[in-house]
């Protein structure tokens, strides 16, 4: 695969994306971003089915927006890496800061550390794998996709969830408002197996649990009394 | 939106570059506040019967040798006046309150931004840069430093309103966020004699803090009591004589990255102000978690 490297210390972030947005003329390339040192928006919004690694750590929005591009950073990612992604798949290698996933509608999002607070916030069809722990707040109105957690998972995990399904393999240090757990089904251990391999993770299904939404926020309780 | 950095070498040949070493750090996060920006640095201290005021006197003309003159002749003999741009460190064995005393009679336009015997504290309106120039920055030596870039939220863009805050001696304070109980703060600590500079939120975090020591709390038990009385955003990065500390509140919006060397623990808002460090790269980083105290002895 023919091959393109940009330096960041060299040049800015804004002539890289815009070869990634109009420079790749179909070819099917593998770009390879040195000196990220914490940059913002690297890899932005693309779409094309292109390889790109980030050789360093990221700042705010890394691969944001993506489409088909199979982005990885060999660091760690600042907050809301891959937000608003589409398609593709985005690998960090090292930990992710907050909102990781936030508000993406599709695609693999695979996280080998930690992720911060706010994990899959408003989530709409990723499929996040995190092989660390998740921060407090991971999944806050997730709408559709999963959220695999191979670690613990902090405060209020799933608050208001809608569809998305969160499997858990360690603590929950405590739930959020309608978030509950459940048995899993023949399904989740299908669907959680084909996630553990796409995102290269050996455990095994069965040790993990199925947290969703039991749907009590979805019509309004006046006589709640704003408890939940 | 504000930026934070913070600096502690480990080992004493590091000193010298203390200053070097952060400039590149402040200047990185021009973009986080680009309106105003300060730092306080904590040197070698002076004899303990002496004290260091660092002194600001923003656009007014002021003869700082003949204010040194002056005040040898009726204060303090021995003491002395560093003069940097628009500002100075006079050491005295007076104490505070004479020395502050006899600005304010003689020099009200000038303002005490800290008092101490190690803190020198730099703040003005300008950018990073700027001001990283000014006050010649990359020459400053010491165990540990805090700096602050400013875009403002909640009150004015002036050198008065510019981080780090003090209060009481070798104690600062900066801050990333806002907070929404200040003035509740504020009404409780005026009864108890506690004078304000400034209406800032941070500056209500930074007195209570600094009363909570006063009354004998150390650094984490003031800043456990702190994580219980100041609402609102944050992320608060402290300079005592000997410490660094560093806390963000429950949610933790606003960002923070610490990276530790054998060499140094350096903190910022974002990675891009530590990449420049050495090896920065392989240090240990870590987002410190919300509620969390961290501290680092120097």
Not at chain 1, 48 to 71: L, R
Not at chain 2, 154 to 166: D, K, L, N
Not at chain 2, 225 to 234: A, K, P, S, T, W
């Amino acid at each position: 695969m023919e091959s393109v490297t940009f330096d960041l210390a060299q040049g800015g972030v804004r002539s890289l994306n815009q070869f990634l947005h109009h420079g790749l003329d179909g070819r099917s390339l593998k770009v390879l971003v040195k000196n990220p040192d914490g940059a913002h928006s690297i890899a932005v919004g693309i779409d094309a089915p292109i390889e790109v690694e980030i050789d360093g750590h990221a700042g705010y929005y890394a691969a944001g927006m993506n489409k088909h591009a199979s982005v990885t950073v060999r660091g760690n990612a600042g907050p809301g890496v891959a937000e608003g992604t589409m398609s593709g798949r985005v690998h960090v290698k090292g930990t992710a800061s907050v909102a990781a996933g936030a508000a993406a509608h599709g695609g693999l999002l695979v996280i080998d550390g930690d992720a911060s607070l706010r994990c899959g916030i408003s989530m709409k069809g990723i499929d996040i794998v995190v092989g660390g722990s998740v921060g407090d707040y991971s999944g806050f109105m997730a709408q559709a996709g999963h959220i695999v957690v191979c670690g613990d998972a902090g405060h209020g995990l799933g608050d208001s969830l809608y569809e998305a399904v969160i499997y858990v393999r360690g603590a929950v240090r405590s739930f959020g408002a309608d978030a509950r757990e459940e048995p899993m089904t023949d399904a989740d251990h299908a669907t959680l197996a084909r996630l553990l391999a796409a995102a290269g993770f050996a455990h095994d299904p069965r040790s993990f649990r199925r947290v969703a939404s039991a749907r009590s926020l979805y019509h309004w309780n006046a006589d709640a009394n704003q408890e939940y | 939106m504000c930026g934070i950095v913070g600096l502690m070498v480990k080992k004493p040949a590091l000193r010298e570059q203390l200053g070097a070493l952060m400039v590149p750090m402040l200047v990185g996060m021009s973009e986080r506040g680009p309106e105003s920006a300060g730092l306080a640095v904590f040197t070698e201290p002076v004899g303990t019967d002496r004290r260091k005021l660092s002194l600001y006197a923003g656009g007014a003309a002021i003869d700082w040798r003949a204010l040194e003159a002056a005040y040898r002749g009726t204060v303090d003999a021995g003491a002395g006046v560093d003069v940097q741009a628009n500002h100075a460190v006079l050491t005295t064995a007076a104490t505070p309150p004479q020395a502050r005393a006899w600005l304010e009679e003689h020099h009200p336009a000038v303002f005490v931004l800290s008092t101490g015997r190690l803190i020198d504290l730099y703040k003005d309106i300008g950018t990073p840069a700027q001001i990283a120039a000014r006050y010649g920055f990359e020459r400053l030596q010491g165990t540990h430093l805090v700096g602050h870039t400013r875009m403002a939220t909640e009150s004015a863009v002036t050198p008065a309103h510019a981080h780090p805050f003090t209060a009481g001696e070798d104690f600062c304070l900066v801050h990333n966020g806002s907070l929404s109980n200040p003035y509740s703060i504020r009404r409780t600590l005026e009864p108890l004699g506690i004078h304000f500079d400034t209406d800032n939120d941070t500056e209500a975090a930074c007195r209570f803090l600094e009363w909570r020591m006063r009354e004998g709390d150390s650094l984490r038990e003031a800043l456990e009591q702190g994580l219980n009385e100041l609402d609102g955003f944050f992320t608060f990065l402290m300079g005592t004589k000997d410490e660094l500390a560093l806390v963000r509140d429950a949610f933790s919006c606003k960002p923070a990255v610490v990276a530790e060397t054998d060499d140094y623990v350096a903190i910022a808002s974002e990675y891009r102000s530590l990449a420049h460090l050495p090896d920065a790269r392989n240090a240990h980083i870590f987002e410190p978690m919300p509620e969390q105290i961290y501290l680092w002895k120097a």
